[in-house]
């Protein structure tokens, strides 16, 4: 199992602050799986002037997305290239993450067709499911 930083996935990944939204990656095994870690601060941008500061169910996606990508994107016929977000089949939100929250990312690849890509996603914090996704990727 592989490790990385958050200086490894900028190399992989396109995104750069605020859009990159994972910390580090905990476990991959390329093509396979990925876990990743993203930790919420409440110095987040769209946290200010908030009392009941939330961070909103599409940054959950796109975190389980970017972790997805990493698993993707780091085989050898990959490398380089950039990873499309194709869409959600489904998912579910069971409560909400807020700041001082470690949201722990894991997506597991089922499929991946010449340059199309699915898995499932889980986003826990401190043990408990906060979300389930079936996610789609296409490499371009």
């Known amino acids: ?13 396109p995104h750069r ?24 601060t409440e110095h987040e941008a769209l946290f200010a002037g908030q009392e009941l500061a939330v961070l909103p169910e599409t940054l959950i996606i796109e975190s389980l997305a970017q972790t997805g990508a990493c698993a993707l994107l780091t085989l050898p016929e990959f490398v380089g290239k950039t990873a499309y977000f194709g869409g959600i089949k489904a998912a579910e ?28 996603a889980t986003a826990k914090v401190d043990g408990q499911v906060v979300c389930l996704a079936e996610l789609t990727f296409m490499i371009g």
């Open 1 to 13: 199992m592989m490790k990385l930083s958050s200086a490894e996935i900028k190399k992989i990944l």
């Open 93 to 120: 939100f069971m409560c909400p993450v807020y700041p001082g929250d470690v949201l722990e990312l894991e997506v597991k690849l089922e499929k991946i067709k010449s340059s199309i890509g699915s898995g499932k």
């Open 17 to 40: 602050y605020p859009l990159l939204l994972i910390d580090r990656i905990e476990e991959l095994e390329p093509g396979k799986s990925a876990r990743a870690l993203r930790c919420v």
